[in-house]
């Protein structure tokens, strides 16, 4: 049969392919009149073709040379010959071992014959490159043989080529897109056809959305005044953690300093009123008379005003720091200091105050003079950074010194802020006549006592 020739240029293989117009069928046996002949050609028959005709041309000029149908046309079809009911295979080259042939139902034999695209002599397998055939020698023309195509004309080598996607016109029973190749030892599988899926669009890529732009300002140094304060800061802030620290553990160790000596100071106050009790029992029973000791402080209270008071007066209130109205201080009875009290005895009243009264007047209107300021007693700390020169750490330390008239009985005075009472619940009964007399004036002994309570 005249080989078909395949489209060489891209532009022509775009366009659809044509029916070979029909041939007049020769006669020869066929077994079934329904069959449906499939002509092969190759490519290399195609090029066959073309070499004929420059040969033809170069030998004899002038000679009328049949034209050939352009490349975009198909080449005219050979008589098919009857073939049975099962689809010819290709012919393979010699040497290599023949398909087995697809069977396939037959169409009707009404329907008009379809072209079927060029085949290479053997379909590479998926993922191999197919290795290129023997040239076979020609033969002479065969019988047609069941399964095969009578080839008729002169031979061409046939070329491998990658196998070609399924093409609408295609021939039934021919292998469908992406059908696998059984093995050699198996027999092919009839070729379903591909089912036409549409391409899915791919959607547009995401984009990340623009994180905004962060500005940063530039850095300005920090002056050098500034930075010496910050290290005087952080330096000073260490330090007063560090006093603050110590701080703590002095005033734990000085607490339980300031018990100890309280438990010390009321066990001798408790020995002292023991030993009165004790004397005076045994004066009383040896039948004689027990004389109580002479008192070592007094409680100096101020009753009266300025009004119509001498200069010497004036001068012995101020040396005893009574400048107000019911101010009161502690003195200690010595010879001078009795001469001055009968000196203002009409403006002042005083007497010999007890553990008590000594301790309610420091806990409850007790004040500290410390750098001519007028500070309540509200801490032992307070007394320690003062007085701890002295051996006085607490409040327990100032009531015994005050009380015992101890050797420190001048610093600790001057260290409580003169006594400020309140005018006695009741009033007073007559200031300007002596207590011995009827008024409040003068020396009261003992009985100072039960005043401050009324004062305090």
């Known amino acids: 049969p005249a080989a078909k020739p395949e489209p060489t240029d891209e532009s022509e293989k775009s366009e659809p392919e044509?029916?070979?117009?029909?041939?007049r069928?020769?006669?020869q046996p066929a077994k079934s009149p329904a069959a449906k002949p499939e002509p092969t050609t190759t490519a290399s028959e195609t090029e066959s073709v073309s070499e004929d005709k420059s040969e033809t041309k170069k030998q004899a000029k002038g000679a009328r040379v049949p034209k050939q149908q352009p490349s975009k046309s198909?080449?005219?079809q050979p008589e098919p010959a009857p073939a049975p009911v099962e689809t010819p295979a290709e012919e393979k080259p010699k040497g290599r071992p023949a398909k087995q042939p697809v069977k396939t139902d037959a169409p009707p034999a009404a329907e008009p014959e379809k072209p079927?695209?060029?085949?290479?002599a053997k379909a590479p397998a998926k993922g191999k490159a197919a290795a290129p055939a023997p040239a076979p020698e020609p033969e002479p023309a065969k019988p047609v043989q069941k399964g095969k195509a009578a080839p008729k004309g002169k031979p061409v080598e046939p070329e491998p080529e990658p196998a070609k996607p399924a093409v609408k016109g295609k021939a039934k029973g021919a292998p469908a897109k992406g059908a696998k190749q059984a093995s050699k030892e198996e027999p092919e599988k009839p070729a379903k056809k591909a089912a036409?899926?549409?391409a899915k669009a791919t959607p547009p890529p995401k984009v990340a959305p623009k994180e905004p732009e962060v500005v940063t300002e530039p850095v300005i140094p920090m002056p050098e005044s500034m930075l010496k304060a910050n290290k005087l800061k952080t330096k000073r802030d260490s330090m007063?953690?560090?006093t603050a620290a110590s701080l703590m553990k002095k005033r734990k160790l000085s607490t339980i300093q300031s018990y100890k000596r309280a438990e010390k100071y009321e066990q001798e106050y408790k020995k002292l009123e023991k030993d009165l009790i004790y004397q005076r029992r045994t004066a009383r029973q040896a039948g004689g008379f027990f004389v109580e000791p002479e008192p070592k402080i007094a409680l100096v209270i101020r009753i009266r005003g300025i009004l119509g008071v001498s200069p010497k007066v004036k001068k012995i209130l101020r040396l005893l720091r009574l400048r107000q109205l019911h101010n009161a201080v502690f003195v200690r009875l010595t010879g001078p200091m009795q001469?001055?009290?009968r000196l203002v005895e009409p403006y002042v009243t005083y007497g010999y105050p007890n553990l008590k009264t000594v301790r309610e007047l420091i806990y409850k209107r007790g004040y500290a003079k410390i750098k001519?300021?007028?500070?309540?007693?509200t801490d032992n700390e307070l007394i320690r950074q003062n007085m701890a020169r002295y051996n006085i750490i607490c409040v327990e330390d100032i009531i015994h010194e005050i009380y015992t008239s101890g050797p420190k009985f001048k610093q600790v005075n001057r260290f409580l802020w003169p006594f400020k009472l309140s005018s006695p619940r009741g009033g007073f009964v007559k200031k300007r006549i002596h207590f011995t007399e009827g008024g409040d004036a003068g020396n009261r002994e003992h009985f100072i006592n039960k005043l401050v309570r009324k004062m305090n």
């Open 18 to 23: 044509k029916p070979a117009p029909k041939q």
């Open 25 to 27: 069928a020769a006669k």
């Open 74 to 76: 198909p080449a005219p």
């Open 116 to 120: 079927a695209p060029a085949k290479s």
């Open 196 to 198: 036409t899926v549409p």
């Open 240 to 242: 007063r953690v560090k």
């Open 339 to 341: 001469q001055m009290l």
């Open 372 to 377: 001519a300021n007028r500070i309540p007693l």
